[in-house]
């Protein structure tokens, strides 16, 4: 089973920054694609920005530009820098990770407990 731990979030005002991390762990596993969905009350859960093995990725038209993922494929680690962060960012920040584990290379997905960001003055 790999194991996501997230961090970083809390709370901050409207267009300040904050960075989000996550990091995988598992005896066996290699990742295809990292990334982060959020979800706000009484809204379903969307993507926010993913990232491939290969550096790829893929963002929300709403944090274009605000928003830049990143990895660090050593320490399996992806990275949310978040900036000129808008009411409407608050939400329960996930980390998701896919790809395969264990000895017999299982196709796996795995998802974090989330992080709460809270974007208020």
């Known amino acids: 089973q790999v194991q996501l731990v997230e961090s970083g979030g809390g709370l901050v005002q409207p267009g300040g920054s904050l960075k989000l991390s996550c990091a995988a762990s598992a005896r066996i596993f290699t990742l295809n694609v990292m990334g982060w969905y959020r979800q706000a009350p009484g809204k379903q859960r969307e993507l926010v920005a993913t990232?491939?093995?290969?550096?790829?990725?893929n963002s929300a038209d709403s944090v274009k530009g605000r928003f830049t993922i990143s990895n660090d494929s050593t320490n399996n680690t992806v990275y949310l820098q978040m900036n000129s962060l808008k009411p409407e960012d608050t939400a329960v920040y996930y980390c998701?990770?896919?790809?395969?584990?264990?000895?017999?290379?299982?196709?796996?997905?795995?998802w974090g407990p989330g992080t709460q960001v809270t974007v208020s003055s």
């Open positions: 998701n990770a896919a790809g395969f584990s264990g000895f017999d290379w299982r196709p796996f997905q795995s």
């Open positions: 990232i491939t093995r290969g550096g790829g990725t």
